[in-house]
């Protein structure tokens, strides 16, 4: 490899793709694209994007007339119109030109086209010069109303290529000019010419001689399911628009000490900002100064606020439930969480799985094979001895019926409904390719500080002396730890508040190096730490606290010693606790048929002891975080398919080695960055959901894929046999598009265990 490969690999472009009508246009414009030098271009049919690898100072205008080259229109986004929602409906219905003009052409064709339909079906309305009229009422509708799929049909002959437009367009005016010929130089023009419709799977005998019913029926119903196709391709990017629609659009800022309004687009990191109860955070930033409570729920989906004060971290697009906070900025633009949760999105959504790539194979193909194949019917039945108009209606409705939008529709609408409820979820998935990871993984490991865990010291148990007081013990240590900086410290003062209230002052506090701290609360000298700071001053343990401290240590707990006024009052005992969801997340885990195993740096016992309470049976501890890549590969020697759930810095090499990664989003960049799918809440039960929905999301693909390919080979062999009228072969195909995007549209309804859990816990309550 040459040094300067990677740099050009460097650059990125992402071009809105006008014009495509159905997977095969989407494939030739990906050839076309990677035909040029050091391009790799991925198109995406359902986002109407193309996702370009150029070489750094590659010239977009390169890209975009190379599109135009071969019949669609190429733009590069605009900003402000990707990160606005299309309109308050959330289908864009309101702004999207094109989708306004298949609405009119779609009410267009219904009206005039329910006519000519019922005047063929039904005998009794065929009056003296019916024919007549139908033709007044189709022309317009196979020639206006069918003009999109003629104009592209034309372009792509002009290129040499053949899509979906090409099949409709053929379809429909050879029915048109069969039609017309019939009227002006048969005998289907004659005054009181009458001919029957006939809904059976049985040869045609030719009796038909015009087809302005299903020129004009096969257009309307085409126009129908593209209409319906586009507009739910909006709704299935909802999600994204919602997304991106969270931020804040304006923001208080401080310049000095005065509040000025100002725009979130001219805030700059070390602005600090003003936010009110109920207003929006405008960006990532800490807490300067004030306490409230962030509800996070939109962005994260977790329903509890979650409490705040100077110090803390916060994320843009939250929004302030509680008190006035003054904020700092951290991270702007596309720096912010929101930014980088939109951009992992909308990557996820514009990328292909393997299963796409094999459809869009197959759908590059499949027209020129339609082709040939009603071309073959024709000549069959022609050779066969059978009529004209028996071998026509063959060829037409082999034409209508093969059309492969429901095959290049069947992946990308499914992923993207799936990442963009992901997103909503909190669950981001870095690309299609995961959700094929997903399916294959058979254990999981777990890092245990920050994931499985907290990570953060708490106070777990107050023990006094025999007979002593143990609010009193943990007032005063409590009082005396607040003074302190020390982790352990904090997590004993925070306790003690949330127990007792409102701490008392401290005098003549000293800081014991090693050992502890002393001073004097409520006139008492207190002295908190080792229990051997405890014994220079003559203050010992009794033998029933001496044991418990030794229990408490055994299970890798953190013992601190209280005593004042020359006595030994008691015992606290901090630890980092096991996250509140963590065994019902387990318990999942091994629901999906996963093998949880529990990976830390910590002493055995600490590990044995945090895994007894989530339930873990396998337990890996006192591993170097550079050894854990190496535990990940031994799993991966030994046969296993392995999922790694981490947080910290130390887990990016253990999360990038393994089949599948999933990075905590309260955790360390480079963690999320080495990761394939990101949870931004803490919470482990995001992990099960990321594996389930992605689950999901690859068995509706599957679904999809299964529906168009089974409905493509059964149809064309029935129409090729003259069983199936051109008309109905038309709303069979306009159908089986919507039905592979209402399908996909389903994957909205996905919810979290911790939703379905709820919604168990109201029907029990109820019953």
Not at 104 to 124: D, H, N
Not at 280 to 298: H, N
Not at 522 to 537: K, T
Not at 541 to 568: C, F, I
Request: aromatic content about 4%; glycine content about 10%.
């Amino acid at each position: 490899m040459s040094t300067s490969a990677p740099a050009n690999a460097d650059s990125g472009v992402e071009l809105e793709i006008g014009g495509m009508t159905c997977a095969s246009c989407a494939m030739r414009i990906e050839k076309k694209l990677n035909k040029l030098d050091g391009v790799t271009a991925t198109v995406n049919y359902a986002t109407e994007k193309a996702k370009v690898t150029v070489p750094d100072g590659y010239d977009p205008a390169v890209l975009i007339a190379e599109v135009e080259k071969t019949g669609y229109t190429a733009v590069l986004p605009s900003p402000k119109r990707t990160a606005r929602g299309d309109d308050a409906s959330g289908d864009g219905s309101a702004t999207d030109p094109e989708l306004q003009s298949l609405r009119t052409r779609l009410i267009g064709s219904i009206v005039l086209t329910v006519p000519v339909i019922l005047m063929s079906m039904i005998p009794v309305l065929q009056f003296t010069y019916w024919q007549w009229a139908s033709l007044a009422l189709a022309a317009p509708v196979i020639v206006w109303g069918a003009w999109p799929f003629h104009r592209a049909a034309w372009a792509n002959l002009k290129h040499g290529a053949a899509t979906m437009d090409t099949l409709i367009s053929l379809g429909t005016s050879a029915a048109f000019l069969w039609s017309l010929y019939a009227l002006f130089f048969g005998t289907a023009g004659v005054p009181g010419m009458t001919h029957p419709f006939e809904f059976t799977l049985a040869p045609s005998d030719g009796a038909s001689n015009i087809y302005l019913e299903v020129g004009a029926g096969v257009t309307m119903f085409i126009l129908a399911g593209r209409y319906f196709e586009k507009r739910s391709k909006k709704q299935a990017g909802a999600a994204l628009r919602a997304l991106l629609e969270l931020g804040a659009k304006d923001v208080a800022v401080l310049r000095g000490g005065v509040e000025t309004k100002i725009a979130v687009e001219d805030l700059r990191v070390g602005d600090e900002f003003v936010v009110r109860p109920g207003e929006k955070i405008a960006t990532d930033g800490v807490v300067v100064s004030g306490t409230s409570a962030v509800d996070a729920s939109m962005l994260t989906g977790e329903a509890v606020p979650v409490e705040v004060a100077a110090g803390d971290a916060v994320t843009g697009a939250t929004t302030n439930a509680g008190g006035r906070l003054v904020i700092r900025a951290t991270r702007i633009g596309s720096d912010t969480q929101l930014a980088q949760m939109a951009k992992l999105v909308e990557d996820a959504q514009t990328g292909k799985a393997e299963v796409q790539r094999l459809a869009d194979r197959i759908s590059g193909v499949f027209v020129p094979i339609v082709i040939v194949i009603a071309v073959m019917a024709l000549g069959g039945w022609l050779g066969a001895g059978f009529p004209v108009s028996a071998a026509f209606t063959a060829a037409v409705a082999v034409l209508v019926i093969a059309c492969p939008c429901a095959l290049g529709l069947a992946t990308p609408t499914a992923l993207l409904v799936g990442t963009g409820r992901g997103a909503q979820m909190g669950v981001l998935i870095k690309g299609p390719e995961v959700l094929e990871s997903t399916r294959k993984v058979d254990t999981v490991v777990l890092d245990k500080t920050g994931t499985v865990t907290t990570g953060r010291m708490t106070l777990v148990d107050v023990i006094p002396e025999a007979e002593g007081d143990r609010a009193e013990l943990l007032r005063l240590a409590g009082a005396l730890e607040d003074a302190s900086e020390h982790p352990i410290a904090q997590a004993i003062a925070k306790g003690a508040t949330q127990e007792t209230g409102a701490l008392p002052t401290v005098d003549g506090f000293a800081n014991i190096e090693g050992k502890g701290v002393q001073g004097v609360v409520d006139g008492h000298a207190v002295l908190v730490g080792r229990a051997s700071l405890l014994a220079e001053w003559s203050l010992q343990l009794s033998r029933e606290l001496s044991a418990l401290k030794a229990t408490a240590e055994g299970e890798g707990k953190t013992v601190v010693a209280v005593g004042w006024d020359g006595r030994a009052r008691g015992i606290l005992v901090v630890a980092d606790t096991v996250k509140p969801t963590s065994a019902e997340a387990i318990a999942h885990f091994k629901t999906l048929g996963l093998t949880p195993i529990l990976l830390t740096g910590d002493n055995e016992a600490v590990a044995r002891r945090i895994a007894a309470e989530v339930g873990i049976d396998e337990v890996i501890a006192e591993v170097l975080p550079t050894d854990k890549v190496d535990v990940v590969k031994r799993l991966q020697r030994d046969g296993k398919v392995v999922a790694m759930v981490g947080d910290g810095v130390n887990d990016a090499p253990a999360l990038a080695q393994a089949d599948l990664g999933l990075a905590m989003g309260t955790g360390a960049d480079v963690a999320i960055e080495a990761s394939d799918i990101t949870l931004v809440r803490g919470d482990l039960r995001s992990a099960v959901d990321a594996i389930r929905l992605s689950r999901t999301t690859l068995g509706t693909i599957k679904t999809n894929l299964f529906w168009a390919f089974a409905y493509n080979v059964a149809a064309i062999p029935i129409a090729a046999l003259g069983l199936l009228n051109p008309m109905l072969a038309g709303a069979a195909m306009a159908v089986s598009s919507v039905f592979v995007v209402g399908n996909s549209l389903r994957l909205r309804g996905f919810r979290s265990v911790a939703k379905e859990r709820g919604a168990r816990t109201s029907r029990t309550a109820l019953s």
